[in-house]
């Protein structure tokens, strides 16, 4: 099929000809993939971004993210495509099959990801954002916290974010006054704004996992004293359920000038003093940790 998006000749020659991507093939943990199965995911993305993400373009625009009572809601039009896309497994493509994803080739995955790009970027950035986010949890978390929040984000049944930036903490990430005290049970409280928050809230997902920045009480300043903590929107019960709200609430949405379908959401961890959230890794380890993330974005 034809499509006014991405030249997918160019993508096949940059692919087989300038990369040789059929090298990997050889042996290893890509030895089950062939050319035939590359020619089909680019097919299969091509039929994604064209009959499902791309009608969502202008209409998303046009619908945007609306923001009352304290909820938020992404544009109507994503939900149906956004079903299909985690269904089809476009969202964890590149993970491995251990932990739930199909384990493709990055220069394969990145290839299909043009075409989702192009169709609509703010659609895509949900997705994006909790592979990210559940990545981060792959890596560096435990086996229970990795059946507690990452299976069921990488089934998309679940959101996630990065939330590092403050309202006086931009570009100098390590000024961020975001707390973490600790608890008996040895979880911790977390108060602080985050602002910026790509995907920060929306009703696509049932739950939203957060990895946050904050600096435990009695840590140094600066970069070197921040830690990075998994704090759910709606806390997460021990057989996995649903519990009560965990003290995130939204502030905000931001009025941009493009990309109107993705919620940027001004994010307030703690005005109840009842936002818990888990060490990820290890105490003042938060900022290498997060840049895994970082770079992927």
Known sequence: MSNGLVNIRDQKFVLFEQLGV?????????????????????????????????????LGDQQGCTFEDGQVKAPPCFHEPYKKFCEAGWNVAYRSPEA?????????????????????????????LTCGAGGLIEKYGTEAQQRKYMDKMY??????????????????????????????DGSYQITGTKCFISSGDHDLTENNIHAVLARIE???????????????????????????????????IEHKMGIKGSATCTLNFGEEENCIGELLGEERAGMAIMFNMMNEA
Request: charged share 20%; with cysteine; proline share 8%.
């Open 155 to 184: 089934t998309g049944q679940w959101g996630g974010t990065m939330c590092l930036t403050e309202p006086g903490a931009g570009s100098d990430v390590g000024a961020l006054k975001t707390r973490a005290k600790l608890l008996p």
């Open 100 to 128: 739930g994803g199909q384990g493709m080739p990055l220069s394969v995955f990145y290839a299909c990801a043009e075409l989702f790009n192009a169709a609509n970027f703010p659609f895509v950035m949900y997705p994006g």
């Open 218 to 252: 009695g840590d140094p300043p600066g970069t070197d004293g921040i830690s990075l903590f998994i704090v759910p929107k709606i806390k997460v019960n021990d057989d996995g359920s649903l519990g009560d709200p965990n003290d995130v609430l939204t502030g905000n």
């Open 22 to 58: 059929d090298k990997l093939f050889a042996k290893g943990k890509y030895q089950d993939y062939t050319v035939e199965d590359v020619n089909m995911l680019l097919g299969e993305a091509e039929k994604m971004a064209v009959n499902e993400i791309l009608p969502t373009y202008s």
